[in-house]
């Protein structure tokens, strides 16, 4: 009724037939007879292309629980009481031994040893490491509560179990730094690669990433500090809140606005100035009138209209929107390079590609990185990746790169694409047939 395989490159088939089953190889022949029970390690969090653990099983003996390659050699005695797969790192195990949990990989190497209530990931994810760089959180359970303990990818102890929370943040000076934001009897500090930088005194804190700053509140009174530990802003206002590249902070009926070091900014309380991806150019946001205008390094204003809404694109470029809503594309002389006639314009993600799209006919207009018109189609559909875009609806298709410009050997990309994502199997390749046939041919 059923036949799992666990490893697409190994001949192991676990068939099941009227409740039994029996692991037999490529010659049908049963294996793994010595065992009373052998069950493929299945992952937990989804985000690998295959479903179970690639280098070991789970074999079960005198009620116990082990590992087992699938050359049937044991990798770990039977000494467990429950064995799973790890969330995030497909090759380590979590596994229970005398009602306590730890982290084994997949060779038997301890990694952080049974000692707690509870293990889970950080869920720190990076390119192109994925989520091998990401830590445990361990647990244990007192009599005044849960416990939270910290270690880093490599299993070394950053934190003990004396917490009641921790949570790992990204640093914008320094995404690989560990940052824990962790709190000890309800008061929270901060951790970076061990050392503590904020000590446990606040009642919360909150990291803004775009200024690199830490936001703390300690008995309804806010302050700032950045990630070396310095104090920016003193525990003393009624509120602050990040806008822009600012702190707009309130103290009573004082209202100040104040740059990262902690400097009063001479503009008003209403008007917000927002980085752009270009350090010579910055928008300028008037609350009081809904406005938007484009300044210089200098924090000059170079636009001499308003607009209702501004983004930064390339080459000095800019979307925006006219108080008709109605949205165009203009340059720092503020000359139309894209008319203000569409419903809305946008950047297709990771990619220097513009769609304007007007809503009434779903008719899309597609520019390239030098503003130039490549592709006027309607209804349609946009697959993006790391190859090409492909643009296409019922009756069309059209395939471009990153810049815009378009790919004659775009369905061969497609192919290619689609063939990477299907079964590798070693000593074989694919053979592309036409677009919804393959076969595979020794090499």
Do not use: W
């Not at 990619?351 to 779903?362: G, H």
């Not at 207009?365 to 030098?370: A, E, L, P, R």
């Amino acid at each position: 009724q059923e036949i799992v395989i666990p490893n697409e490159h190994r001949a192991v088939f676990i068939c099941l037939k009227d409740n039994n089953k029996k692991i037999i190889n490529e010659k049908k022949q049963e294996i793994f007879t010595k065992y009373n029970n052998v069950e493929p390690i299945e992952l937990t969090d989804g985000i690998k292309d295959y479903k179970y653990n690639q280098k070991v099983m789970i074999y079960e003996k005198d009620g116990k629980l082990g590992l087992i390659g699938f050359d049937e050699k044991i990798v770990t005695e039977a000494k467990y009481e429950e064995i799973s797969s790890f969330e995030y790192k497909d090759d380590e195990i979590y596994v229970k031994e005398k009602g306590k949990y730890g982290i084994i990989d997949s060779n038997g190497k301890q990694i952080i040893k049974n000692i707690y209530d509870s293990i889970k990931s950080d869920q720190y994810y990076s390119d192109p490491n994925g989520y091998n760089k990401s830590g445990y959180i361990v647990c244990n359970v007192t009599d005044d509560g849960y416990r939270y303990g910290y270690y880093d990818c490599d299993g070394q102890k950053v934190l003990d179990a004396e917490y009641n929370e921790i949570i790992r943040i990204t640093l914008a000076e320094n995404n690989s730094d560990i940052c824990l934001i962790a709190a000890k009897n309800g008061q929270y500090g901060v951790f970076i690669n061990g050392n503590k930088i904020i000590n446990t005194q606040y009642q919360s804190i909150s990291y803004d990433y775009t200024m690199g700053m830490f936001i703390v509140e300690r008995t309804g009174q806010y302050g700032a500090i950045n990630s070396k530990g310095a104090e920016v802003l003193k525990t003393e206002y009624t509120d602050i809140q990040v806008k822009g590249i600012y702190l707009y902070t309130k103290k009573g009926e004082e209202q100040k606005v104040i740059d990262k070091t902690g400097k009063a900014i001479e503009i008003p309380f209403t008007t917000i100035i927002s980085a752009t991806s270009n350090p010579d150019y910055y928008i300028k946001i008037d609350e009081s009138n809904e406005s938007y205008s484009i300044l210089n390094s200098n924090f000059e204003e170079i636009s001499k209209q308003k607009y209702k809404y501004l983004e930064y694109v390339n080459n000095n470029y800019f979307i925006a929107t006219d108080f008709n809503n109605k949205n165009g594309i203009i340059d720092l002389q503020e000359n139309k390079v894209i008319d203000f006639v569409y419903d809305t314009i946008q950047v297709i993600k990771d990619k220097k590609i513009i769609q304007a799209l007007n809503f009434e006919n779903n008719l899309s207009v597609f520019y390239n990185s030098k503003l130039e018109k490549i592709l006027e189609i309607s209804n349609v559909i946009i697959d993006s990746n790391s190859d090409y875009v492909k643009m296409f609806n019922d009756e069309e298709k059209y395939y471009f790169d990153e810049n815009g410009n378009e790919l004659k050997n775009g369905e061969e990309l497609e192919k290619k694409q689609n063939s990477k994502s299907m079964l590798d199997i070693d000593g074989f390749e694919f053979v592309v047939k036409d677009e919804i046939n393959y076969y595979i041919k020794k090499k």
